[in-house]
């Protein structure tokens, strides 16, 4: 739909939660509303570590931006924006120039690698579908290449698995891993025992899952101890390759990194030429606009802001408020009325770290863990879940994996068969003339026989 000549131009550059919740707000308001994302999906980032470890598919946790909004005056187009001209008032796209009245920049966060670019090769994060799948291939490859490998000790190295980075991402594949290999994959591998894959979990800081309360993070750490990971913290990592990890003058072998440890907001927020914080975030004013700019505000991810000394956390509840309060403020703006100040309601966090394991707080008072916390968790994820079919497909995945303990999502795409080892046939089991095949009449061993299909 073209946009009216005369209206308030509206431009959102994201589709994830808090510019999702922004649009959905303003489908009503006089105005025209235009969202800029570079994949045609919203995205429930918060269950992506389970497309990693096989228990979902990406289209049970995203759903195209067209079908959730569908808005008279909002219009939904597939670009990837490389830069604002705060100036001229325009976004700059991979397909040309968008004007604003009004824009919402919510673009989120990329992956941090603390100044070591080339680690990315070897230890993919977990921001997108792209990523997901691609960690599932990794740890779906490494079990097939131990199948294929004669030699022990090169065995070994397929079967460890290091996450660096003991935040929720990292502590999420951690679990989800270590479960994975002991529970859910041993009876469908011959050669090798997946059960006594290692899985580590490195952290710089003293402690998991640092930003909830003391006595929940140890029991986050007992809880992936008793699952078989291998915790280590206060470990800094000073290298990563394709055959292992570095810490300090402690080699860890291995062929199967993943990356949990960092965040680093959108490069689009260095192109603005205003205040950043040390993660590239933009410093907002209370009303989550550009301190001289009231027509642009930034939110989520990509926003830095502190409220009562303490910076508000960059999760999707956060994101979600942003949004729903930066279109009210869009609203004053046109009628001429003040902005009003942002302020972030903590209704809680969780963290999941295995079947029936989870940890969390309650409006910064009820701290749960064990089950309480885990059921906590499911519910709180299904009522997020954007859209009926992925809330019933979730629940309906949840409750096979549980009661079957396996994992049916362990697709592998594409040829491979040059990262693998060769196939040693003398280890393979041994064919006895009683039951080999006979050569059929006519055609010798090397012949194929004709096809029966016309």
Same mark, same amino acid.
């Given at each position: 739909?073209?946009?009216?000549?005369?209206?308030?131009?509206?431009?959102?550059?994201?589709?994830?939660?808090?510019?999702?919740?922004?649009?959905?707000?303003?489908?009503?308001?006089?105005?025209?509303?235009?969202?800029?994302?570079?994949?045609?999906?919203?995205?429930?980032?918060?269950?992506?570590?389970?497309?990693?470890?096989?228990?979902?598919?990406?289209?049970?946790?995203?759903?195209?931006?067209?079908?959730?909004?569908?808005?008279?005056?909002?219009?939904?187009?597939?670009?990837?924006?490389?830069?604002?001209?705060?100036?001229?008032?325009?976004?700059?796209?991979?397909?040309?120039?968008?004007?604003?009245?009004?824009?919402?920049?919510?673009?989120?966060?990329?992956?941090?690698?603390?100044?070591?670019?080339?680690?990315?090769?070897?230890?993919?994060?977990?921001?997108?579908?792209?990523?997901?799948?691609?960690?599932?291939?990794?740890?779906?490859?490494?079990?097939?290449?131990?199948?294929?490998?004669?030699?022990?000790?090169?065995?070994?190295?397929?079967?460890?698995?290091?996450?660096?980075?003991?935040?929720?991402?990292?502590?999420?594949?951690?679990?989800?891993?270590?479960?994975?290999?002991?529970?859910?994959?041993?009876? +469908?591998?011959?050669?090798?025992?997946?059960?006594?894959?290692?899985?580590?979990?490195?952290?710089?800081?003293?402690?998991?899952?640092?930003?909830?309360?003391?006595?929940?993070?140890?029991?986050?750490?007992?809880?992936?101890?008793?699952?078989?990971?291998?915790?280590?913290?206060?470990?800094?990592?000073?290298?990563?390759?394709?055959?292992?990890?570095?810490?300090?003058?402690?080699?860890?072998?291995?062929?199967?990194?993943?990356?949990?440890?960092?965040?680093?907001?959108?490069?689009?927020?260095?192109?603005?030429?205003?205040?950043?914080?040390?993660?590239?975030?933009?410093?907002?004013?209370?009303?989550?606009?550009?301190?001289?700019?009231?027509?642009?505000?930034?939110?989520?991810?990509?926003?830095?802001?502190?409220?009562?000394?303490?910076?508000?956390?960059?999760?999707?509840?956060?994101?979600?408020?942003?949004?729903?309060?930066?279109?009210?403020?869009?609203?004053?703006?046109?009628?001429?009325?003040?902005?009003?100040?942002?302020?972030?309601?903590?209704?809680?966090?969780?963290?999941?770290?295995?079947?029936?394991?989870?940890?969390?707080?309650?409006?910064?008072?009820?701290?749960?863990?064990?089950?309480?916390?885990?059921?906590?968790?499911?519910?709180?994820?299904?009522?997020?879940?954007?859209?009926?079919?992925?809330?019933?497909?979730?629940?309906?995945?949840?409750?096979?994996?549980?009661?079957?303990?396996?994992? +049916?999502?362990?697709?592998?795409?594409?040829?491979?068969?040059?990262?693998?080892?060769?196939?040693?046939?003398?280890?393979?089991?041994?064919?006895?003339?009683?039951?080999?095949?006979?050569?059929?009449?006519?055609?010798?061993?090397?012949?194929?026989?004709?096809?029966?299909?016309?």
């Amino acid at each position: 739909m073209e946009n009216k000549p005369g209206r308030h131009q509206v431009v959102i550059v994201g589709g994830g939660f808090g510019g999702l919740q922004a649009a959905l707000k303003l489908k009503r308001a006089p105005v025209e509303v235009t969202v800029l994302d570079r994949y045609n999906h919203h995205l429930f980032q918060p269950l992506l570590y389970q497309v990693a470890t096989a228990v979902l598919s990406p289209g049970d946790i995203s759903a195209p931006i067209r079908q959730i909004l569908r808005g008279r005056n909002t219009t939904v187009l597939l670009a990837e924006v490389q830069s604002v001209d705060l100036a001229r008032k325009v976004v700059v796209s991979d397909g040309g120039e968008i004007p604003y009245d009004t824009l919402v920049l919510a673009m989120g966060a990329t992956h941090s690698y603390f100044g070591h670019p080339e680690w990315a090769r070897f230890a993919p994060g977990l921001k997108t579908i792209d990523d997901a799948r691609e960690i599932r291939e990794r740890v779906l490859l490494a079990l097939e290449a131990a199948e294929r490998e004669t030699d022990p000790e090169r065995q070994r190295d397929w079967l460890t698995f290091v996450i660096i980075g003991a935040g929720p991402t990292g502590v999420e594949l951690a679990g989800a891993l270590a479960y994975m290999t002991r529970h859910s994959l041993p009876r +469908d591998y011959r050669r090798v025992d997946t059960s006594k894959a290692r899985v580590l979990l490195l952290e710089g800081l003293p402690r998991v899952l640092n930003s909830f309360p003391e006595e929940l993070s140890a029991r986050a750490r007992e809880d992936l101890e008793k699952l078989g990971v291998e915790v280590r913290t206060g470990t800094m990592v000073t290298g990563v390759d394709e055959e292992g990890v570095t810490v300090g003058d402690t080699r860890i072998p291995t062929r199967t990194v993943l990356w949990g440890a960092g965040v680093a907001a959108s490069p689009v927020a260095r192109t603005l030429g205003v205040p950043l914080d040390k993660a590239g975030r933009v410093k907002v004013e209370p009303t989550l606009n550009i301190p001289g700019h009231e027509d642009v505000f930034v939110i989520g991810d990509l926003a830095s802001l502190v409220q009562d000394g303490k910076p508000v956390p960059g999760i999707a509840p956060a994101a979600m408020q942003m949004g729903r309060h930066v279109a009210k403020n869009i609203l004053h703006r046109i009628a001429g009325r003040p902005l009003e100040p942002f302020r972030y309601h903590d209704k809680g966090s969780f963290a999941v770290i295995g079947r029936g394991s989870a940890i969390g707080v309650l409006y910064d008072k009820v701290r749960l863990s064990g089950k309480p916390a885990w059921a906590m968790w499911l519910g709180i994820h299904i009522t997020f879940l954007v859209g009926f079919r992925n809330k019933v497909a979730v629940m309906l995945e949840w409750a096979y994996t549980y009661l079957t303990k396996r994992r +049916d999502v362990r697709l592998i795409t594409g040829l491979h068969a040059n990262k693998l080892p060769p196939i040693h046939t003398a280890s393979l089991p041994a064919t006895t003339g009683e039951h080999a095949p006979e050569p059929r009449a006519g055609l010798t061993q090397h012949e194929p026989e004709p096809s029966h299909l016309h």
